[in-house]
């Protein structure tokens, strides 16, 4: 339970982030444990594993990723307890390596869609966006990047120093400079933390102003997401909940200390509709938003958003 408590913390404080990374990181979580898991009984043994799950789970709130892979990783239909244990030993290992070939792929199926001399705009710090914009550059196009700043984790920070490692032309700008910018860039890119059945994407807050933007200067808008980041339960009519953060990540709160009449809002995440939207190039090739329910219920499986 220890390291699992600890996986959990560092996802709640975005030690480790990214609707990828957090995906995977659970996944390892519930492996390691149901393998030092001692139960006398198979519900025992189910009802711990549920307990961690939902723990795991409630560490934040938004990317879909997150309960897509407790739930594809602690399935298991056995009832004794060591065959139990072994599903989800495999399972978790099976969505692991999945999660990483899924980003290879979205970088080749991505990169096709890069001209050379492209400039691409992208927001926040998205390890699927980034895939296929190195990609794009070792494929020897000649393309350079618009990063965004991401107030108020400043993820952008994290982008452009991965892109100054593969030594691709970066500029960092701040939010608020996006549409002052648009002009100069041929597509945007960007990651997701959940995409709807409906097509409309979730992702890190100010995604929905680069659309709106790229709309306006009639400039591709795609988005990179792995088929995990789909998320079932928006099917049975459950709305993806946006996680507010503490408004200490904003501003120092001595600065708010004497000033009654003011609050801040910290929302992570919004809500892109779909229309905005292009394309969606995920591990199993590029799809319209339109598509979003088919991945679900096709290629994720309905079944894991029961609940
Ligand atoms: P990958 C991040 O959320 C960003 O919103 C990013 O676009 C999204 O996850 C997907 O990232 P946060 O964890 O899975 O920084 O593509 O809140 O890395």
């Given at each position: 339970m220890k390291n699992v408590q600890e996986t959990a913390e560092k996802i709640r404080t975005m030690e480790i982030r990214g609707a990828g990374r957090i995906a995977k990181a659970a996944a390892e979580a519930i492996r390691d444990y149901a393998s030092g898991l001692e139960a006398d009984s198979i519900e025992e043994f189910a009802a711990r594993i549920r307990e961690v799950s939902d723990y795991l789970i409630s560490t934040r709130p938004t990317a879909v990723s997150l309960p897509n892979a407790v739930k594809l990783s602690s399935r298991f239909s056995s009832n004794n307890v060591e065959e139990a244990r072994q599903e989800i030993i495999t399972n978790s290992n099976l969505f692991i390596e999945r999660a990483d070939r899924a980003l290879g792929r979205i970088g080749k199926i991505g990169s096709r869609r890069v001209q050379d001399g492209d400039v691409i705009m992208t927001h926040c710090n998205s390890h699927a966006a980034l895939s296929i914009i190195t990609t794009a550059f070792e494929e020897g196009k000649k393309i350079s990047v618009i990063a965004t700043e991401s107030r108020p984790r400043r993820q952008g920070l994290l982008t452009v120093r991965h892109l100054n490692g593969f030594g691709i032309p970066t500029t960092l700008i701040v939010d608020s400079a996006v549409r002052y910018y648009m002009k100069d860039v041929d597509k945007v890119i960007v990651g997701a933390d959940a995409i709807a059945a409906n097509g409309a994407l979730v992702n890190k807050i100010g995604t929905s102003q680069l659309a709106l933007a790229a709309h306006e200067a009639r400039k591709s808008f795609m988005v990179a997401a792995e088929t995990f980041k789909f998320s079932p339960s928006t099917i049975l009519g459950i709305p993806i909940e946006i996680e507010e953060r503490s408004a200490d990540e904003v501003v120092d709160p001595s600065i708010l200390a004497d000033l009654p009449h003011v609050q801040v809002k910290n929302p992570a995440f919004d809500f892109t509709p779909a229309?905005?939207?292009?394309m969606i190039v995920t591990d199993i090739g590029i799809i319209p938003p339109a598509m979003a329910y088919t991945v679900i219920k096709e290629h994720l499986g309905w079944e894991i958003g029961e609940i």
């Open positions: 229309e905005y939207i292009d």
